[in-house]
């Protein structure tokens, strides 16, 4: 696996060597990655293999045993949730965790945050245009949509917050191809934004369709690290079959 920084900058995200446990379960072994500011990197892997508990484990959900964590060369390594987003890191769940009792409107201002020195503050406005379908309803209670327009407003929370790296678990999970397709045009948009995005995926047509590079994890650590556009045949077959 390359750890060798690619581009000579200085990483938005480096993971070095975490351990994580549910209990006595050992989840993640001396897990590393490595993320560029800028790109678009996937968590590849198999049910159960630590994708969701690496991601957990970046946002301070998991707190790791041992390793280190640094994001914008910041140790976060410990830190509680909320101080490690005020940072500049967002968090998108599986589960999404839109309130339901609130309307779009409602749902967005929950998660307004300062804007950041040197980067265009989101606004309602900008994500209207971001994700049409939210503007037109806007008084609509988050519990009366569908589960694409759910994601769509979870990621659209979350950057109401103005994170410099958003976070996304399963995205595509249980969505129709055609919000799938349009969530991939939204990361894509996203990054020309300055955004960088890490998420943890499944379908592998939808991370080679979105992604600059790869993690595939298996057996709690990264065992393959490389431009998407290297990932051969014989590496999914070997580690992603299921």
């Not at 991601?55 to 101080?83: D, N």
């Amino acid at each position: 696996m390359n750890m060798e920084n690619r581009t000579g900058q200085d990483p938005i995200l480096e993971v070095k060597n975490i351990n994580s446990f549910y209990g006595k379960a050992h989840i993640l072994h001396d897990l590393s990655l490595e993320m560029e500011r800028g790109t678009v990197a996937v968590l590849l892997g198999r049910n159960g293999v630590g994708k969701s508990t690496t991601l957990k484990s970046i946002m301070g959900i998991v707190t790791p045993k041992s390793g280190e964590i640094t994001f914008k060369g910041q140790t976060i390594t410990g830190m509680p949730p909320y101080k490690i987003c005020s940072l500049g890191l967002g968090y998108v769940p599986e589960d999404r965790r839109i309130f339901t009792g609130l309307t779009v409107m409602e749902n967005l201002e929950v998660g307004r945050r300062p804007p950041r020195e040197g980067f265009e503050p989101w606004t309602p406005e900008r994500l209207f245009e971001l994700f049409p379908n939210l503007g037109n309803m806007k008084n609509r209670l988050g519990g009366q949509l569908s589960g694409g327009e759910q994601q769509m407003l979870t990621i659209a929370r979350t950057l109401m917050g103005n994170p410099e790296l958003i976070i996304l678990d399963e995205p595509s999970e249980g969505l129709a191809p055609v919000i799938v397709e349009q969530l991939g045009e939204t990361i894509t948009r996203l990054k020309k934004e300055g955004v960088s995005i890490l998420l943890a995926e499944q379908n592998l047509n939808f991370a080679r369709a979105i992604c600059d590079r790869v993690f595939i994890v298996d057996h709690g650590h990264v065992c393959f690290d490389d431009a998407i556009c290297n990932l051969t045949e014989e590496v999914c077959e070997l580690h992603l079959a299921v």
